[in-house]
């Protein structure tokens, strides 16, 4: 694991250590043994975005959307996940939380896609401030990957967030004000609501009802 990933978190060698991997091929939940999980690590640390968050594989649902424990930056120990034709998303607050929504599921009979996300408000200002001003292709996926689990953002933040040239960046902005309205985003909400882009136009209208219900104490 180390000379995959330059370092070896202790709750996955743990892990392995005890060698006991959740699978409930009905649910279609397939947690990987570690000879399996490297090599499916290898592959997908060739994508510069998961290298940069340090991700180590964790399952195999034969759809190409794996989750994978963070290693790196600010949601290190938390588990992604991983979709090849959208955005990823920050899932689970800890690998713990992850492994105890596939043994439940399992158990349940549910297949993974029916697992529910976990809510995390983790502080991530700080990063998100600073990927926003970097502008590359990479930092624009890791802010659209971490918004949904941020908790409240500092005015500058949502300034830049805003005025993104990227209006991915500015949709899932649209999409973090709807689930955190406040009566000081009402004119970037509105901002939203008139973007040029109609996706972002339509994240920014959820988002100017979300912060008037909460002007209004409804």
């Not at 972002?200 to 209208?205: D, K, N, S, T």
Request: net charge negative.
């Amino acid at each position: 694991m180390e000379a995959v990933l330059g370092s070896a978190p202790g709750d996955l060698v743990a892990y392995y250590e005890a060698g006991t991997f959740p699978n409930y091929p009905g649910s279609r939940i397939r947690c990987l043994p570690f000879e399996a999980a490297k090599l499916y690590t290898q592959q997908i640390l060739q994508i510069p975005v998961a290298a940069r968050l340090g991700l180590w594989v964790l399952d195999d649902a034969n759809d190409s959307n794996p989750f994978a424990y963070i290693s790196k930056g600010p949601c290190a120990g938390m588990v992604v996940h991983v979709r090849h034709d959208d955005d990823w998303e920050v899932a689970f607050p800890s690998f713990r939380r992850f492994l105890a929504a596939m043994v439940d599921a399992g158990t349940r009979g549910l297949a993974i896609d029916e697992v529910a996300r976990e809510p995390i408000n983790a502080a991530l200002d700080p990063a998100i401030f600073e990927l926003a001003r970097d502008g590359s292709d990479d930092a624009t996926a890791l802010i659209v990957a971490y918004l949904p689990a941020a908790a409240l953002l500092q005015k500058a933040t949502k300034e830049i967030l805003v005025a993104h040239d990227d209006f991915f960046v500015r949709e899932a902005f649209g999409e973090f004000v709807s689930e955190n309205p406040s009566a000081e985003d009402l004119g970037l909400a509105q901002q939203l609501a008139a973007d040029r882009h109609a996706q972002v136009a339509r994240a920014g209208m959820g988002a100017l009802r979300a912060v008037k219900r909460a002007m209004h104490g409804s």
